[in-house]
């Protein structure tokens, strides 16, 4: 499975951003879906999961702020982020997992599969 995401860009702080994962095959509905992110000289460290069943989590510090989403239509997941920070300033990557993982296993990259290429969000203070 190849994940498309898009939707990075340079914003002020305070605005809000959208960002895309589109699958070229199967069913994202079936899967787990993740976003990740990796700041400059960062790890890469969990952001928000959404279980097949439509069950979100997300890390807390974006919780409040951040919402994952799904349109099983599009075979695409969303990240819409609200009151971006510059410390949010990231490569955001997307990924599908196993639909059967339990949510301690939500923020283990090794659970994803599947990868996005990453898209850059940059916010500016």
């Known amino acids: 499975v190849q994940l498309q995401a898009s939707g990075g860009g340079l914003v002020q702080a305070g605005t809000s951003l959208r960002l895309s994962c589109t699958a070229s095959?199967?069913?994202?509905?079936?899967?787990?879906v993740g976003w990740f992110r990796q700041a400059p000289g960062k790890e890469r460290e969990f952001v928000a999961a959404m279980r097949r069943y439509g069950t979100t989590y997300s890390s807390s510090s974006v919780r409040g702020r951040f919402t994952i989403s799904r349109d099983n239509a599009k075979n695409t997941a969303y990240l819409q982020m609200n009151s971006l920070k510059p410390e949010d300033t990231a490569i955001y990557y997307c990924?599908?997992?196993?639909?059967?993982?339990?949510?301690?296993?939500?923020?283990?990259?090794?659970?994803?599969?599947?990868w996005g290429q990453g898209t850059l969000v940059t916010v500016s203070s």
């Open positions: 095959e199967g069913a994202i509905s079936l899967k787990t």
């Open positions: 990924a599908l997992g196993s639909d059967r993982l339990i949510v301690s296993s939500l923020s283990v990259e090794e659970n994803y599969d599947s």
